[in-house]
């Protein structure tokens, strides 16, 4: 029986693990053009960033006009 060198395994587990991640980026992209196609855009879904509610303008104290 023939044996294999580590690296064609090694270099096979690469491909896969490349092949895969396309894959996880096509369908990232695919569900993306479609609730773009939908009408909403992925920043309407909600932020993770805490207090983007808009312009941050805080209210000078009285002594500072």
Known sequence: M???RGQTHAKRDREIAQREKRERKRAKKAEAAAQRAAGKTPADEGSDVQG???PAEA???GWIQ
Request: proline fraction near 11%; charged fraction near 20%.
């Open 2 to 4: 023939a044996t294999t």
């Open 52 to 54: 983007d509610e808009g």
């Open 59 to 61: 209210a000078a104290p």
